[in-house]
């Protein structure tokens, strides 16, 4: 059986420069971090969560609630989570709220009956006075874009400059005439309320300032969240008198859909329009056409989830954090000509 020596002297560091990376328990330096985590995964170690159990008076469980799995997003997201907490030598337990308040005070319910050590959540449905009262029942790391004001620790993405990137890579590529898929209007938009969250309403925004910026015509068109309303979207923009040029949609999900439905309706995708997703799910890479789209930092996510996690489950009086990760924009067929090969632009990432 390997043991955690074993990874040490592999890697070329002290045993407890190991623990630490895997635990949490003290900083080490992302590379460290990094070559620990390679060796863990070359050599086949495993950490003894039954007897770290015993000695630490934890159960070596945490809980991963997302609205849906049955989403491109969610359900990635939910897989590299369980992916970290197991090389953190931790087990997960995943569980789905349907983007409800009752699912989510579930979750939480959930979480103090077994005894998880901690909870991951993507919370929708809970106010900020609700999340922080469950706290204090239940470590927890909030994931999305509930403004929490630094009252529990929160991993959010940047939803705004993302979706500024991608409509001015339109704006880039001659496009005039925009539409946003996946929001019901451009007017007030802070004051809408989806069952999905504020992310949607700050891709919106971020959508809006770029393009007004860039002096485009806009309009929107929403159906739900699903391939199939990106379908229904494709079919309401077709049908207007002022077809888009150019299309950003707030997931990739109903960019999937929009191509799908444009191309029933004889347009194609880049050739008559572009279209540009948010969130670079794995599918996007092998969409035909493949799909231009925001890559929010995802394993920068899911690491900065289980650091927190890990933190705060050792240090329950530890000062919340908020952290927003970086972006890249990749460019792929869908805004490109075939001849010119993807290109990723980096984003900047927002200060801590």
Sequence with gaps: MVTMRDVAAEAGVSAMTVSNALTGR???SEPTRRLVMETVERLGYQVNVAARSLRQGRTGVVG????????????????????????A???????????????????????????????VIAALGLSEREINALSREVPVVVLGEQELHQTVDHVSMPNVAGAEAATRLLL???????????????????KV?????????????????????????????????TQAAGVLCAQDLLGRPERPDGIFCVTDTLAFGVVRGLADGGVRVPDDVLVVGFDDVE????????????????????AESVRLLQRRIQD??????????SFELVERESTTPPARPARRTRGARPAR
């Design 64 to 87: 991963v609630a997302v609205p849906t799995l049955d989403s491109h997003y969610y359900s990635q997201l939910s897989h590299r989570l369980v992916v970290a907490f197991s090389q």
């Design 316 to 325: 329950p009086a530890a000062t919340p954090t908020d952290v927003t990760v």
């Design 26 to 28: 003290r900083p080490v």
């Design 172 to 190: 880039d590529r001659g496009c005039r005439r925009l539409a946003l898929v996946g929001f019901p209007t451009l007017e007030d938009v802070e």
């Design 283 to 302: 599918d996007a890479r092998f969409h035909v056409p493949s799909l231009s789209s925001v890559a929010p930092d995802h394993d920068g996510l899911v």
């Design 89 to 119: 030598g931790l087990a997960t337990v995943v569980e789905e709220t349907h983007a409800s308040r009752e699912g989510e005070l579930a979750a939480f319910r959930d979480s103090r009956l077994n005894a998880y050590d901690g909870l």
């Design 193 to 225: 309320r989806l069952p999905e969250g504020a992310a949607f309403s700050l891709r919106t925004e971020g959508f809006l300032r770029a393009a007004r910026a860039g002096g485009a015509d806009v309009t929107s068109s929403h159906h739900g969240v």
